[in-house]
């Protein structure tokens, strides 16, 4: 069975830094793309990044290029997801999702982890 | 930038068939995907490749794609179809992109 759970969410201040992980069970990690996707609360879904199968390829939003950085670990089935310099805009409840086929349909997804940006 | 746009909302009756819309420019020219959002829950792939249906996926869900358009349909609409479809699809210069959303309300 497919699983995809998502840790590392909280309270942090404007201008503070949050690791985001994403631990992948089921399937062959290494063999998928992989993505960030968050929804604020009561709102929709925004795409915030993918990550090739080795990692040599990440692409961002614009609103969070320079300050996220998306990684992978395949040897432990992990996926991360570094903010730093976190602002207001940046709560949401952000989900990992895997990635499937030439066009990067999001089969599965994580039960996501809220994050919340305030002081 | 590019952006999807679709309607808010849609209401349909049991049984009927409910029409979802999604609105970008040259759409047709990428492939489109369709989620279904439950309340509380994660989003679940109903749509890939504009007209493929994930394995589970009962056959009453529908794409087609075309022009500037994506549609999701749903025949025989039922209670639990009720929920937010959102459309995604792929943009060279902006990257991924999820359409605004539509609250489907089985009346």
């Known amino acids: 069975e497919v699983q995809l759970v998502e840790s590392g969410g909280g309270l942090v201040q404007p201008g503070g830094s949050l690791r985001l992980s994403c631990a992948a069970s089921?399937?062959?990690?290494?063999?998928?793309?992989m993505s960030w996707v968050r929804q604020t609360p009561g709102k929709g879904l925004k795409w915030v990044a993918n990550?090739?199968?080795?990692?040599?390829?990440?692409y961002y939003v614009d609103s969070v290029k320079g300050r996220f950085t998306i990684s992978r670990d395949n040897a432990k089935n992990s996926l991360y997801l570094q903010m730093n310099s976190l602002r207001a805009e940046d709560t949401a409840v952000y989900y990992c999702?895997?990635?499937?086929?030439?066009?990067?349909?999001?089969?599965?997804w994580g039960q996501g982890t809220l994050v919340t940006v305030s002081s | 930038s590019y952006e999807l746009t679709q309607p808010p909302s849609v209401s349909v009756s049991p049984g009927q068939t409910a029409t979802i819309t999604c609105s970008g420019d040259?759409?047709?020219?990428?492939?489109a995907c369709w989620y279904q959002q439950k309340p509380g829950q994660s989003p679940v792939l109903v749509i890939y490749?504009?007209?493929k249906r994930p394995s589970g996926i009962p056959e009453r869900f529908s794409g087609s794609n075309s022009g500037n358009t994506a549609t999701l349909t749903i025949s025989g609409t039922q209670a639990m179809d009720e929920a937010d479809y959102y459309c995604?699809?792929?943009?060279?210069?902006?990257?991924?992109?999820f359409g605004t959303g539509t609250k489907v309300t089985v009346l």
């Open positions: 089921g399937f062959a990690f290494s063999s998928y793309w």
């Open positions: 490749q504009n007209t």
């Open positions: 040259k759409l047709g020219d990428n492939y």
């Open positions: 999702a895997r990635a499937s086929g030439s066009y990067l349909a999001r089969d599965y």
């Open positions: 995604q699809a792929w943009d060279s210069s902006t990257g991924d992109v």
């Open positions: 990550i090739k199968k080795d990692g040599s390829e990440k």
